[in-house]
């Protein structure tokens, strides 16, 4: 037995149940990890809403988590009993005490890094990792706009793309938050709540518009965010906290100087272990060398996960929340 947050059915925070299930022993390639801290991330709020389905009902929610090695399967060779491991990847799942996961998406943690601060941050590092480095290479003085800078995600790649010599433009909601992510070194912060964004992106610009829009906002910024792009630059559109994009007329690409558009997900930017390992280091080594701080702002019980969803859907929150197993 084990305590797991569950859900019946699609909803509302007050969907998820606090509950106990039983728990199988691991399959050959598979681990049994008895979790310490979980990662709270948006796409837990669309498969408990219903924007993206899950394979079956009553079902568990989260990808990301950290814990100890208990128990190993008998093929096992990444990882071994008593092991501090983190993974960032799912299979979905992680809103649970114990769980058991393919032991080809954990990876050891060192030392300097603490279970609360990986679960903090594997998905959202990782992410920020293939969206500044491999979708496109981010280069010393291109410009780039990145939407809802003061989230998850948003202040791991501040930084991020700073350090790679980026001339960041974020937005956020409210003051607070505008404050939050100049300290974290944006060069220009607007929020587009009170000012129209595209409007300042061509002040901010002189015209001519960024390299690439990292758009995770969806519906509210999509069809601003291409307007905001140089001719032939590169619409990353990776998130909809504020919606599902309609659909869009193809031919906007076109009018609005032939850009490039994708809509990419972590699951393809790191399709083997290699790339896992590789993408891994690179976020480890600039964490632990304090290139990138990673901010846990809200720390939650598990068993309280309902409120955490609360606040992270009503944009009360900043940087990473965790949840204590
Ligand atoms: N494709 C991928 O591989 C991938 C991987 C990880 C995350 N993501 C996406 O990246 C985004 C950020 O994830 P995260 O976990 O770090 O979350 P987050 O950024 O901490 O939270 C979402 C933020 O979106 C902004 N937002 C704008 N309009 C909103 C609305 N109507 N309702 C709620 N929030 C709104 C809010 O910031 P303001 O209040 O400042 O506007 C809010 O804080 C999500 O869309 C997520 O799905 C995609």
């Not at 909803?11 to 310490?36: A, C, F, K, Y």
Request: glycine letters at 10%; aromatic letters at 8%; one cysteine or more.
């Amino acid at each position: 037995m084990t305590k797991s947050i569950l859900i019946y059915k699609y909803g509302g925070p007050e969907q998820m149940r606090w509950e106990n299930v039983n728990i199988q022993s691991p399959g050959p390639r598979d681990v049994l990890i008895h979790q310490t801290a979980v990662g709270l991330n948006f796409i837990d709020i669309y498969y408990r809403n219903g924007t993206y389905s899950l394979p079956s009902l009553p079902s568990s929610l989260g990808f990301e988590g950290a814990g100890i090695v208990e128990v190993i399967g008998s093929e096992v060779n990444e990882v071994k009993v008593g092991d501090r491991v983190a993974y960032a990847n799912g299979p979905i799942g992680s809103y649970s005490e114990r769980r058991i996961i393919p032991s080809r998406n954990l990876v050891v943690l060192p030392d300097s890094l603490s279970d609360t601060k990986a679960a903090s941050m594997m998905l959202k590092g990782l992410t920020s990792q293939y969206l500044l480095r491999k979708i496109y290479n981010v280069q010393s003085g291109d410009i780039i706009l990145f939407h809802a800078l003061a989230g998850g995600v948003g202040l791991i790649a501040c930084q991020w793309a700073k350090h790679l010599g980026a001339i960041v433009i974020g937005t956020v909601k409210g003051y607070y938050k505008a404050m939050l992510v100049k300290s974290y070194g944006a060069d220009y912060v607007i929020d587009y709540t009170i000012e129209n964004f595209v409007t300042r992106v061509k002040e901010i610009t002189c015209g001519k518009g960024v390299r690439v829009v990292y758009d995770s906002v969806g519906k509210d910024t999509f069809e601003g965010s291409l307007k905001c792009l140089q001719p032939r630059g590169l619409m990353v559109s990776f998130g909809q906290s504020s919606g599902i994009i309609p659909a869009f007329n193809v031919g906007t690409l076109a009018t609005n100087g032939s850009l490039y558009l994708t809509r990419p997900t972590l699951e393809t930017y790191i399709n083997n272990r290699s790339e896992l390992l590789t993408n891994v280091n690179e976020l480890f080594d600039i964490v632990i060398n304090k290139i990138v701080k990673i901010e846990i702002n809200q720390t939650y019980k598990l068993s309280e996960v309902a409120q955490a969803h609360y606040e992270l859907e009503n944009r009360k929150t900043t940087g990473s929340t965790v949840l204590i197993v």
